[in-house]
């Protein structure tokens, strides 16, 4: 793939690494390109990161066909830059893109495009401890129409962000709220595409589980509202009696390059994985018997998170008396080992940026 270079007359100051955040600062670039039906991807381009105008009539304005990605790359103690199974990524986009109707953006341009771009912003790849340059690519409907039907032009575009840990309580544990009156998926729907609806759809639960002193909310399914599902932000998992529960990929959960990775690693040391469904009313049960020994969400952003409390229905269950457990700890010191390329890659997943 061709792409054009746009050079920007003066760089941009860069943010402390100390008080990075998530998604505050943005680098000196992006990348660009447009689809057109007829013609295909054209016009490559690496351009100043700035505002971008579209007509308001645009297709995703209205109708939110927009499907996005979330990916990091590392700075390795030997200075070198690295991504994490870029390949998934591309391959979950084009998935979400089949359910929204929205054209392909094949996973070697997607790979290729992540890193021209990375490697143009690497001294924008922060080096302090637990910091990282999220990458967000994502794809929208550019079509000027207010017909609702499959639009004719699109544009996918990466930018990237120097971030710290997602939540301000970094490796500590967050407080989440089971949200049980509103849903975010359904089968059939859109729950395993990552698209910018679905996250509009949660926000009203966010609210909530903000207003109750949560930092997220955990979703149930969307039919009889019992089983547990995701977090907003995260997959979730649990360990109840040494064996560890986390919802099935079937059609209403977000299939996370981080659970996926999780989940390999578990069964390598031994941990018996149920991906299986996991009723509110028995994961309760299990915390008030003293049998839901860790919690943790997994995600590109949030990476592994504890949790050490879960609210339902008014009800508070503390798990591991509100600390980190050790598997989740063993955990984030072997995935984040893994992707600052701290311990060896047995499994295959890095990839040099150069
Ligand atoms: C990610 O983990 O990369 C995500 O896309 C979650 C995001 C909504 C912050």
């Not at 991504?83 to 893109?97: D, G, I, T, V």
């Not at 997607?110 to 490697?119: G, Q, R, S, T």
């Not at 969400?297 to 008014?314: E, F, K, Q």
């Amino acid at each position: 793939m061709e792409i054009r270079f746009e050079k920007r007359e003066q760089l941009l100051e860069k943010p402390d690494q100390k008080a990075l955040g998530f998604g505050k600062y943005f680098t000196d670039y992006m990348f660009v390109m447009d689809y057109d039906a007829g013609q295909g991807w054209h016009d490559a381009r690496i351009v100043p990161h700035a505002a971008i105008s579209m007509m308001p009539a645009g297709v995703v304005l209205h109708y939110a066909q927009e499907t996005f990605e979330g990916l990091k790359a590392y700075r390795r103690a030997d200075g070198k830059i690295q991504l994490f199974r870029p390949e998934m990524n591309a391959r979950r986009m084009m998935k979400s893109n089949d359910r929204l109707c929205m054209p392909q953006f094949p996973e070697d341009m997607f790979v290729e495009a992540v890193k021209a771009l990375v490697n143009v912003e690497k001294d924008w790849v922060p080096s302090e401890p637990d910091t990282s340059l999220y990458i967000r690519p994502f794809m929208f409907a550019t079509e000027v129409s207010l017909g609702v039907h499959m639009a004719n032009s699109y544009c996918f575009m990466i930018i990237l962000s120097p971030v710290g840990a997602y939540y301000e309580e970094g490796l500590n544990p967050v407080k989440i709220m089971v949200e049980d009156q509103y849903v975010r998926a359904v089968k059939g729907g859109t729950g395993f595409a990552k698209c910018g609806g679905n996250y509009a759809g949660s926000i009203i639960g966010q609210v909530q589980a903000e207003k109750e002193g949560c930092a997220q909310v955990l979703w149930l399914d969307g039919t009889e509202r019992k089983y547990v599902e995701e977090v907003g932000s995260m997959n979730i998992m649990f360990k109840i009696d040494g064996e560890i529960y986390t919802a099935p990929i079937e059609g209403t959960v977000l299939p996370g390059v981080t659970r996926d990775s999780i989940i390999h690693i578990l069964k390598d040391w031994g941990y018996k994985v149920n991906e299986t469904r996991l009723s509110i009313d028995d994961l309760m049960q299990a915390g008030r018997d003293g049998r839901l020994e860790e919690v943790f969400g997994t995600g590109t952003a949030a990476v592994i998170s504890p949790v050490g409390a879960l609210r339902y229905r008014g009800e508070e269950i503390t798990v591991n008396d509100f600390k980190i457990g050790d598997l989740t700890q063993k955990l984030y010191d072997c995935l984040t080992g893994i992707q600052w390329g701290k311990i060896e890659d047995k499994y295959g997943w890095t990839t040099m940026v150069d």
